[in-house]
């Protein structure tokens, strides 16, 4: 299978604010004094680590353009639960209320820094969980991104769930 389409940056705080992102590029600009709406969805993540990975992200989202065309994703009460579905068993759950800010460059590609605890997916790193502040670059067309880079804590959670 094609490295490129197996390559995923799950974020849960993205996962929220991405989906978030994506109804918000195609949907109208939305009041800012609106409060964050509800989400609740589950997905296994096939590609972080060695075994698959249930993961049910719920709590809210919202997302709010900026000036400059830039956009903050913010995910106040969001949780994931991650389950290692060869071993259901072995569970974690985390509070993962990190914030995104987005910025487009000029290359069409996104520029991110997430702050807080975050969550994030790669066949090359795994899946892990940030705290602290944290940058990738994001190329929307082919879902391919820089591994995070930052000042922080980083927790290899493939390795807690085997």
Do not use: W
């Amino acid at each position: 299978m094609n490295t490129t389409l197996q390559r995923t940056t799950l974020l849960v705080c993205v996962l929220a604010g991405f989906l978030a992102l994506a109804l918000a590029l195609v949907a109208a600009r939305s009041a800012s004094a609106a409060p964050p709406e509800p989400v609740d969805f589950a997905f296994t993540d096939r590609t972080g680590c060695d075994f698959p990975v249930r993961v049910r992200v719920s709590g809210k989202t919202k997302l709010m353009e900026l000036p400059g065309g830039r956009l903050i994703s913010v995910n106040p009460g969001l949780r994931a639960t991650l389950i290692n579905k060869e071993e259901p068993t072995h569970q974690l759950s985390y509070a993962v209320t990190g914030a995104a800010h987005v910025t487009e460059l000029q290359s069409g590609e996104l520029f991110v820094v997430f702050t807080g605890r975050n969550i994030f997916s790669d066949p090359s790193y795994g899946i892990i969980l940030t705290m602290g502040r944290f940058t990738q670059v994001i190329d929307p067309q082919t879902g391919t991104a820089t591994p995070p880079e930052g000042k922080g804590r980083v927790i290899d959670l493939c390795e807690r769930l085997a």
